[in-house]
């Protein structure tokens, strides 16, 4: 065996020349391409935000209250009331949206089967994921400020709208991830349905049901057509989500931006900043809470 | 045990133990008392035919399993043996279009019978499958599911409970110092172990395990063998395995089930070819399907 017999030429193991290897090059380059592609446009809006907006962002800015008149160059008052109105508006569309949401999934992947509600419920929920952000803002001005007048309560709505059928696909695709041996091996043990889904599928497919859920609302934060005319926008902070008009950081750049005056363009840049830094943050705090609860799943 | 061997065995064979399956129901009358010294019937099956929508998987089986005894199922692929197992706790319920027709009498309870909870029958009657399937928990709280769904929450009762099982299960010394660890860290056999484990934490009456080794070397294979040896002193187990050598070595009686192919509508479906004392179905089998299985001649 030692001796090799006949002097017999050991097998090319490297890959051959020819297609196969140029394919793999072409399709490697194009994968890079794409990721450069994608990254230049997301770095460039970072890099403009950062550089226009980090200059004006301040403690005062972001605690200071009202909102200065167009005219006035930065430095005077701050963006609080509509980082507040951000938050609430936001906080509550996510109240309102998610646990729907989600028991909406429940709903489609554990108990609706393939029964034609269920059915109907899955295609509604991703035809409105089309429905343009402005429609939404329309839809509820007109069953719902026009009775009751502007509030953060229907601008929470018209952001709710829009973040339901987003929970609502990303939660059930997470759902349906979860391996049925899991279902199984529960009720086995005489679990309920109920217990079944609250105690083992939820748990299994938090991870990914929270990843929809920030999509979600990071896209209702940045959302201003909804808010049009749904909460105005005001100057001064109302701490009031349920009743009188309110502001946010997406309509407050909006009007910013609009304007001919220095200040208020500066204003805008601070006001964008703040809204990617809050989003950023949340993220951040989201991914930390979740880890805690899905730390046995790897 | 080994003294009763004699009048099982004529027990068996004058009553069960006849050569075609479809004589088996008949030669006994539905409400023959079963004398079994070596305990009494936890199972009674009774024409059992089980449909997935219009494909009837299984027909007409009957057999009773005893208690304290390991009940091994052996046949090939697709003779339904998984099909009836499931049966025995209503697992089935859970396939959507199944279908059980016939009954299934579970300590003089009938299992099938309109208002038996399914919840109710499976905190008796506890299941391993094939693939161990730990839940993405630490130890712990896999092995505490069952008691805390069965609602114990006293901590202290839960680590007896926790500690109690782990060693049934022959798993505690190898876990007890990372007990809040995750389920999924072990290795296939200490998984198929704490599937074990979780099912023996909620004390059932039953474990049944469908094919539990099929995924696991020798070693973890032997000593879930060991495992069932013991145990069997407290549960009833019926174990479905592919592995002919392991039912020869840990089952008390064996049922050998087939399919039965009819040509003119090409339809299959699986049935019990003979059901009796392991050393008989393997040593002495009295239908030739069984025989030619069993020597290896066919699946």
Redesign the interface.
């Known amino acids: 065996m030692t001796a090799m017999a006949a002097p017999r030429e050991a097998p090319d193991l490297r890959e051959p020349k020819g297609w196969r290897r140029s394919k793999n090059r072409i399709m490697t380059v194009l994968m890079v391409l794409a990721f450069v592609l994608t990254i230049i446009p997301l770095g460039f809006v970072l890099f403009t935000v950062i550089a226009k907006g980090a200059s004006i962002i301040s403690w005062q800015f972001l605690t200071g209250s009202p909102i200065p008149p167009n005219v006035l160059p930065a430095g005077f008052g701050g963006m609080w009331p509509a980082v507040l109105g951000t938050l609430l508006i936001t906080g509550l569309a996510t109240l309102m949206a998610v646990p729907l949401g989600v028991l909406g999934a429940i709903y489609l992947n554990e108990y609706g089967?393939?029964n034609w509600l269920s059915a109907l419920i899955g295609f509604m929920s991703d035809v409105m994921t089309g429905v343009p952000s402005i429609v939404m803002g329309l839809f509820i001005f007109s069953i719902w400020v026009l009775h009751f007048g502007y509030s953060g309560l229907a601008g929470a709505f018209a952001l709710g709208c829009l973040m339901l059928p987003v929970v609502i696909r990303s939660s059930y695709e997470m759902l349906r991830l979860v391996?049925d041996?899991?279902?199984?091996?529960?009720?086995?043990?005489?679990?309920?349905k109920a217990?079944v889904t609250m105690?083992?599928v939820l748990?299994?497919a938090l991870g990914g049901i929270v990843s929809g859920a920030l999509l979600a609302i990071a896209r209702a934060a940045g959302e201003t057509a909804p808010l049009l005319f749904t909460i105005l926008t005001v100057t001064t902070a109302n701490p009031n989500v349920f009743s009188g008009a309110n502001t946010s950081l997406p309509s407050q750049i909006f009007s910013n931006a609009s304007q001919p005056y220095t200040g208020a363009q500066d204003r805008g840049w601070g006001a964008a900043l703040t809204l990617i830094a809050i989003c950023f943050i949340l993220m951040i705090a989201a991914r930390i809470v979740t880890a805690r609860f899905?730390?046995?799943?790897? | 045990m080994e003294q009763s061997e004699q009048n099982i065995v004529a027990q068996t064979e004058t009553t069960t133990e006849l050569p075609k399956p479809a004589a088996l129901q008949d030669t006994r009358p539905a409400d023959a008392p079963v004398r079994d010294t070596s305990g009494a019937s936890v199972f009674e099956s009774k024409n059992v035919s089980i449909y997935y929508s219009s494909f009837r998987a299984v027909t007409d089986v009957s057999l009773n399993i005893y208690e304290n005894e390991i009940t091994a199922f052996i046949g090939p692929s697709g003779c339904g043996k998984t099909t009836v197992l499931r049966t025995l706790n209503r697992m089935n319920d859970l396939v959507p279009g199944a279908r059980v027709e016939g009954d299934v009498h579970y300590r003089g309870a009938s299992l099938y019978a309109p208002g038996v909870s399914p919840i109710s029958v499976r905190r008796r009657i506890g299941m391993v499958f094939q693939k161990p399937n730990p839940f993405p928990k630490s130890i712990y709280d896999n092995v505490a599911y069952g008691p805390r769904i069965n609602g114990i929450r006293n901590r202290g009762k839960l680590d007896e409970i926790v500690e109690r099982s782990l060693r049934q299960a022959a798993l505690w010394d190898e876990v007890k110092n990372r007990l809040n660890k995750s389920g999924l860290g072990l290795s296939g056999g200490q998984a198929q172990r704490l599937c074990i484990a979780r099912t023996l934490a909620v004390e059932p009456d039953v474990v049944l395990m469908d094919e539990p080794c099929s995924a696991l070397d020798p070693i973890a294979t032997g000593r879930i063998e060991d495992l069932m040896h013991e145990i069997k002193l407290q549960y009833t187990i019926v174990i479905v395995t592919h592995n002919m050598q392991q039912a020869t070595r840990v089952s008390d009686r064996t049922a050998f089930y087939s399919v039965l192919r009819d040509e003119k509508s090409d339809t299959r479906t699986g049935v019990l070819v003979e059901y009796g004392r392991t050393a008989q179905i393997f040593e002495d089998p009295q239908d030739s399907r069984t025989q030619a299985y069993v020597t290896g001649r066919m699946g």
């Open positions: 089967g393939r391996p041996p899991l279902r199984e091996a529960s009720y086995a043990l005489g679990a309920t217990r105690t083992v748990p299994a899905t730390r046995y799943s790897r």
